[in-house]
């Protein structure tokens, strides 16, 4: 086996036809499928079945690809490695940012990075699920994540950036009433916008509600933090969500809770980590990050 018939099941995967992955690969179809059907022949098994909508993976071909992507980045970041100079650094550096942490600080730092390494290529992406989260990190496609606590078992190590203070977001009319902090219990008749019962995010609000014996109604569950703050802002309802999450335009609608609540911001980088990643992690050192200051904050593990 060779790392070009990774790639290129991979590519297959993620198109759904051998024509398409030639396509996003450069290269002519014949050679996809050969590579294809080499690889099927040597580990007999079938890793394709054609649907009526393409090719979708079997359930060994699904195993296989799920150990294919982890070879291949596993590959791209010991080309990366290699190649390390001054300015000469290439391949793909993939950042994992746990229920919107770091929404405000990731794009600063990581212009910085990109500044410094223009040929390195950058993936992001949000992970509500921490046990998703844990999934990417045991499988080793997340090369730096922003998440909230510590990092288990040593898969990584863990720099504390600082703590986030969670704000609700309220109504134009409510934000209006509101002084610069507001009482949890006063908010226990308003409808909620929560997040997906899985999530972090939601973890979070359970954790809040339950210690401060708060049983609201919930109007809505969302996914991403910028949808409930919207939301929050149209009317429907109230939501709590780490301060860096508010988007730009929103934060004369946001409060500080109380009893206040904040959580600490961790990088979590892989032991042994590369140029970029500690790069990144210097970057986001100089950014700032909220924290609940001296107002007694109530820490959520």
């Known amino acids: 086996m060779s790392l070009r018939q990774f790639e290129y099941a991979l590519a297959v995967a993620e198109a759904g036809s051998v024509t398409a992955a030639a396509e ?62 001054a300015d000469e650094l290439e391949g793909e550096l993939v950042v994992a940012a746990q229920m919107g942490l770091g929404t405000r600080q990731l794009p600063g730092a990581l212009t910085a990075l990109r500044r410094r390494f223009p040929r390195l290529e950058i993936t992001v992406f949000e992970e509500a699920n921490p046990a998703e ?31 986030e203070e969670f704000v609700v977001v309220t109504s134009p009319e409510h934000a209006q009433l509101a002084g610069d902090r507001v009482e949890l219990r006063v908010l226990e008749r308003e409808p909620w916008i929560r997040f997906d019962h899985d999530s972090a995010l939601d973890g979070v609000l359970r954790d809040v509600l339950r210690d401060n014996e708060l049983a609201p109604t919930t109007v809505a569950r969302v996914s991403q933090t910028a949808t409930a703050v919207r939301w929050a802002a149209h009317g429907l309802g109230v939501t709590l969500v780490p301060t860096s999450a508010v988007p730009p335009g929103f934060e004369h609608l946001t409060r500080p809770v109380s009893p206040a609540v904040s959580m600490p911001t961790v990088a979590a980088v892989r032991p042994g980590a590369g140029p970029a990643e500690m790069a990144l992690l210097e970057f986001l050192r100089k950014e700032t990050w909220h924290y609940a200051g001296s107002f007694g904050s109530v820490p959520v593990a």
Not at 133 to 147: I, K, N, T, Y
């Open 24 to 85: 996003s690969l450069h290269v002519a179809q014949p050679s996809v499928s050969q590579q294809i059907r080499g690889l099927e022949r040597e580990l007999g098994v079938t890793l394709f079945a054609r649907t009526p909508t393409g090719l979708v993976p079997t359930a060994v071909g699904r195993a296989f690809l799920r150990d294919a992507e982890v070879a291949v980045r596993a590959a791209r970041r010991a080309k990366a490695t290699a190649r390390a100079g």
């Open 133 to 163: 989260l844990e999934r990417l990190a045991r499988r080793g496609v997340v090369d730096l994540g922003l998440m909230a606590g510590p990092c288990k078992e040593g898969l990584y190590e863990g720099h504390h950036l600082g703590d």
